[in-house]
């Protein structure tokens, strides 16, 4: 997936002699230096300057102070950007996520990094008690179960990393369909971009002498360098990630579940077919057919194309065609429906999710993407995932959380973690 049009968003004075009659509000205000929320920034990749930190920065109520990467051009890059924002040379660097976690000056950390990172930064920043904003998704269903019961645990907040409920197109979607404009809800049917067509080289590579590789693979099984296997590209290795369904279903499976009213739990069945890749480095799933079914009759399907989600009903539908794209409907009546003050109004924030995270953490409520919803939309990911490896229809149980009766499927609920990393 390139980013494409969801992630394309993106100062020198003279020092007085003498004191100023009056001091500037800026200095002794809400947006003082010493009262903003200090931010520790954990992976700086594309994603993690181009949208988390550029974004960060416009925000007059935080303070960057740090940022690490194991790449060590990203990280450098990375403090050019706070240097030149913030005037000064004072942000400081580290290739260890670990030395960010343990500075007592850190209020909370956005994590960037890869999503076999996800879980394990978040947990330690947890326990050391920082708030967390973390890119999606989880790598596994179990380790979601561990991140919620960590968050909840501690006390922390925690803002699953996506712009999606922000977005007025999904917002307004999902609350035409909870409000009944289109009757009864009976089928959703989302669509994901195509895998890309490269397969990705295999061939061992010397290891950049910037980078730290061994810090890069962290918890992942050891494997030799390769440039196809980091950055971007790792999206597309099972030991990093879930393949193009984890990346673009953490999006519009979560526009999914908020209109049909089931964030909190998720399908009870699935299957799906799906080819991958001949040959080369890349082995996520390349193509999918999925469909899910939930206990309320709403079946969603998820098949590959031009990202876009529908949602069919009983006297109509509502949905959109490409990501961003403007809504549409079966008719004016349910595209023009204006929502009552006595109707459901989804929580949302227009400025985005680090501004909604930041506001949260001083008000020390859920933001509009939490920790255990953000679970249950990355599971939904992984049930399709595990239902093309299996090549059955599996029954799910989003109480229990485990696969009836198919424990070759449970045993995928989880992966081994490579010594010495371990969650526990």
Same mark, same amino acid.
């Given at each position: 997936?390139?980013?494409?049009?969801?992630?394309?968003?993106?100062?020198?004075?003279?020092?007085?002699?003498?004191? %100023?009659?009056?001091?500037?509000?800026?200095?002794?205000?809400?947006?003082?230096?010493?009262?903003?929320?200090?931010?520790?920034?954990?992976?700086?990749?594309?994603?993690?300057?181009?949208?988390?930190?550029?974004?960060?920065?416009?925000?007059?109520?935080?303070?960057?102070?740090?940022?690490?990467?194991?790449?060590?051009?990203?990280?450098?890059? &990375?403090?050019?950007?706070?240097?030149?924002?913030?005037?000064?040379?004072?942000?400081?660097?580290?290739?260890?996520?670990?030395?960010?976690?343990?500075?007592?000056?850190?209020?909370?950390?956005?994590?960037?990094?890869?999503?076999?990172?996800?879980?394990?930064?978040?947990?330690?920043?947890?326990?050391?008690?920082?708030?967390?904003?973390?890119?999606?998704?989880?790598?596994?269903?179990?380790?979601?179960?561990?991140?919620?019961?960590?968050?909840?645990?501690?006390?922390?907040?925690?803002?699953?990393?996506?712009?999606?409920?922000?977005?007025?197109?999904?917002?307004?979607? &999902?609350?035409?369909?909870?409000?009944?404009?289109?009757?009864?809800?009976?089928?959703?049917?989302?669509?994901?971009?195509?895998?890309?067509?490269?397969?990705?080289?295999?061939?061992?590579?010397?290891?950049?002498?910037?980078?730290?590789?061994?810090?890069?693979?962290?918890?992942?099984?050891?494997?030799?360098?390769?440039?196809?296997?980091?950055?971007? +590209?790792?999206?597309?290795?099972?030991?990093?990630?879930?393949?193009?369904?984890?990346?673009?279903?953490?999006?519009?499976?979560?526009?999914?579940?908020?209109? +049909?009213?089931?964030?909190?739990?998720?399908?009870?069945?699935?299957?799906?077919?799906?080819?991958?890749?001949?040959?080369?480095?890349?082995?996520?799933?390349?193509?999918? +057919?999925?469909?899910?079914?939930?206990?309320?009759?709403?079946?969603?399907?998820?098949?590959? #194309?031009?990202?876009?989600?529908?949602?069919?009903?009983?006297?109509?539908?509502? #949905?959109?065609?490409?990501?961003?794209?403007?809504?549409? &409907?079966?008719?004016?009546?349910?595209? +023009?429906?204006?929502?009552? %003050?006595?109707?459901?109004?989804?929580?949302?924030?227009?400025?985005?999710?680090?501004?909604?995270?930041?506001?949260?953490?001083?008000?020390?409520?859920?933001?509009?993407? %939490?920790?255990?919803?953000?679970?249950?939309?990355?599971?939904?990911?992984?049930?399709?995932?595990?239902?093309?490896?299996?090549?059955?229809?599996?029954?799910?149980?989003?109480?229990?959380?485990?696969?009836?009766?198919?424990?070759?499927?449970?045993?995928?609920?989880?992966?081994?973690?490579?010594?010495?990393?371990?969650?526990?």
């Amino acid at each position: 997936m390139k980013r494409l049009t969801r992630r394309q968003f993106l100062k020198t004075g003279a020092a007085g002699l003498a004191l %100023p009659w009056i001091v500037p509000a800026s200095v002794l205000g809400a947006e003082a230096p010493s009262k903003r929320i200090t931010i520790g920034f954990i992976g700086t990749g594309d994603h993690g300057t181009t949208w988390n930190l550029q974004r960060y920065l416009q925000l007059k109520a935080a303070r960057v102070v740090v940022v690490c990467d194991v790449d060590g051009y990203r990280m450098r890059r &990375a403090k050019a950007m706070v240097d030149a924002e913030y005037d000064n040379e004072a942000c400081a660097i580290t290739k260890d996520f670990r030395e960010v976690i343990a500075r007592k000056d850190i209020d909370a950390v956005m994590i960037s990094t890869p999503d076999h990172w996800h879980t394990f930064i978040s947990v330690m920043a947890a326990r050391a008690g920082k708030d967390v904003q973390c890119e999606k998704p989880t790598l596994t269903i179990a380790e979601g179960k561990i991140l919620i019961e960590t968050m909840r645990k501690y006390q922390r907040v925690f803002q699953t990393s996506t712009e999606d409920r922000s977005l007025p197109m999904y917002h307004r979607m &999902a609350e035409l369909v909870r409000n009944g404009r289109i009757g009864k809800l009976q089928r959703i049917e989302v669509i994901l971009p195509k895998q890309p067509d490269v397969a990705g080289d295999p061939t061992p590579q010397p290891v950049p002498p910037d980078l730290d590789w061994e810090m890069w693979l962290g918890p992942a099984p050891y494997a030799p360098y390769t440039k196809d296997r980091v950055h971007f +590209n790792f999206r597309w290795v099972w030991d990093y990630s879930g393949g193009i369904i984890c990346d673009w279903g953490a999006h519009l499976f979560d526009t999914a579940q908020w209109a +049909n009213d089931t964030e909190r739990t998720g399908p009870i069945e699935v299957e799906g077919t799906g080819t991958f890749w001949d040959g080369g480095l890349y082995n996520t799933v390349k193509d999918y +057919n999925v469909t899910y079914r939930y206990k309320n009759g709403v079946v969603m399907t998820c098949t590959p #194309g031009n990202p876009s989600i529908k949602f069919i009903g009983t006297d109509g539908w509502v #949905g959109n065609r490409g990501w961003r794209g403007k809504v549409e &409907a079966s008719s004016d009546k349910v595209l +023009n429906s204006v929502i009552g %003050p006595e109707e459901i109004h989804l929580y949302t924030n227009l400025e985005g999710e680090h501004d909604d995270f930041l506001k949260c953490m001083k008000s020390r409520k859920d933001p509009y993407f %939490p920790v255990d919803i953000g679970h249950r939309v990355s599971t939904v990911c992984h049930l399709a995932n595990i239902a093309i490896k299996v090549g059955r229809k599996l029954k799910w149980d989003p109480e229990a959380e485990r696969f009836e009766g198919d424990e070759q499927a449970n045993a995928m609920l989880s992966r081994p973690m490579r010594s010495p990393w371990k969650l526990t």
